[in-house]
Every structure is written in structure tokens, then in C-alpha cells.
């Protein structure tokens, strides 16, 4: 199998324009990304795409390479769709998150280990909440697992509901697992999930996986000890350097 990372890197962004071009400690995020992706055993190509053309010249800067994509999509995985179509020979798609530039290498082999099972579709990553504060906080997306380690659905929501239990005992009683957003899809189920419209559950939470469930597929997952910090807002940027420094 051939395994394409893609990192997708828009330029615009509510929270934080331009930001795949922030300084980090002397390199922009995006190159910071990039080279934790090129350590990774499992990858056969890393390539960033993006929608604007700064970004495009900064990457040649460090010697990445880019594809310019569409500005009009609406999520990261309908962009790696774009990529994934101008690259047929790639079985295997990755799309990592552009705003994680402390990513560990070893959670995208961990996630490409995925489909050494040949039935994988999609593969994601989960793992155990180990505190209240995020089980109970609605921006930390959770997942049910079946006993084949696959994803029964996720929510905002704190799932399962444990009845006749103290919400503060909860993790006491019971392993509940957060979502970690990296994913990886075969071309083929890459190139028709994209060409699915937005579902009644996807709308409902916010949540784009929840599309590909409700359309049938299924969705592996690899259970992570280890997590990176996205910086979304100028707020994360200061507490990474905090740790850098």
C-alpha cells in the first residue's frame, strides 16, 4: 500500500488569520508540521494543500511541497478529497491537522496501522478521558467503541449516560474516550464520502464523522496515549511557546 499525508493549510481563519505562517520558536507552524509528518515510518509522501498563494511560496521556502485546492471547500476532508483525486496511486489518505505542530509521528503510524486490516475504510484515533473537566466539556467531541474497536457514534454530549450514577464518579465506573482529530480513508471511500451531503446528525453536532456513519461506513479505531495541542487562537500559541521555552 502507498500512503499519502495530506495537511490541509488555509490561510483565512476566524480565530486566527493566517496561521499556518505563525512563528514558532523560528519556524511557521506549517513547517513545523510538515517535518513531524516526514519522521513518520508509514507515510510515502507528505503534501500540503492549500488555497492561497502565500502559503504556497512560504513551502517552497523550506523545500515542501504544495498543491493549490479550491478556496470554496467547506471542511479539511472535502480538500484531501481534491488532493486524493490528482493522485490515484495513493490506497491510503491522511489528513493531518495543519494547526498541530507538535504532532508525535508515531500517532500517524499508529493510525495507518489501521489498515492492515484489509476491511478498513476509515480510521481514526481515541483516547481514555482522564478528567472531568473534558469529559463534561461539549467542545471535547467523545465516541462509543463496539467490540471491534470501531466507532458506534460520537457526541459533543457526554455518551454513555450512566444512569443512577454521581456525574463525579462517572470515570470511576466507566472508560469513556475522547476523539482525536486525525484521519485516515482508502481513495476509494475518500472520493465517495466527499460527494455525500451534510447529514441530519452531522448538522445536529457538529461533528462531519457523524456523515460517514449515518451513510453506512464504518469508521476504525486506534486507541492514543499521546496528544498534541492545537493552537486555534493567539491564547494556545502563547502557552506552546511557554512549553517550547
Known amino acids: 500500500m502507498k500512503t499519502l499525508g495530506i495537511i490541509p493549510a488555509r490561510f483565512q481563519s476566524s480565530r486566527f488569520p493566517g496561521k499556518p505562517l505563525i512563528d514558532i520558536a523560528g519556524k511557521s507552524m506549517i513547517q513545523r508540521v510538515y517535518e513531524q509528518c516526514q519522521k513518520s515510518t508509514k507515510l510515502d509522501k507528505v503534501i500540503v494543500a492549500t488555497d492561497d498563494q502565500r502559503i504556497m511560496e512560504h513551502l517552497q521556502s523550506f523545500g515542501a511541497e504544495g498543491i493549490m485546492t479550491n478556496s470554496n471547500h467547506i471542511s479539511g476532508t472535502d480538500r484531501c478529497g481534491e488532493v486524493a483525486s490528482k493522485y490515484p496511486e495513493f490506497d491510503i489518505l491522511v489528513n493531518i491537522q495543519g494547526d498541530e505542530p507538535m ?142 521555552n
Request: charge should be negative; charged fraction near 25%; proline fraction near 4%.
Open 103 to 244: 504532532i508525535d509521528p508515531s500517532q500517524i503510524d499508529l493510525l495507518c496501522s489501521c489498515f492492515d486490516k484489509s476491511e478498513t475504510q476509515i480510521a481514526t484515533l481515541v483516547k481514555i478521558i482522564g478528567s472531568d473537566e473534558e469529559l463534561f466539556n461539549e467542545n471535547t467531541p467523545k465516541v462509543i467503541l463496539n467490540n471491534k474497536q470501531e466507532a458506534l457514534y460520537f457526541s459533543r454530549q457526554t455518551i454513555p449516560f450512566l444512569r443512577g450514577k454521581q456525574s463525579n464518579s462517572w470515570l470511576k465506573e466507566h472508560t469513556f474516550y475522547k476523539h482525536i482529530g486525525i484521519y485516515g480513508f482508502r481513495n476509494k471511500s475518500l472520493s465517495e464520502i466527499i460527494k455525500l451531503p451534510q447529514s441530519s446528525l452531522e448538522l445536529a453536532e457538529s461533528l462531519e464523522q457523524l456523515r460517514w456513519i449515518e451513510n453506512g461506513y464504518s469508521i476504525q479505531c486506534a486507541i492514543t496515549d499521546k496528544e498534541s495541542q492545537a493552537i486555534d487562537t493567539p491564547a494556545d500559541l502563547e502557552k506552546l511557546l511557554n512549553i517550547l
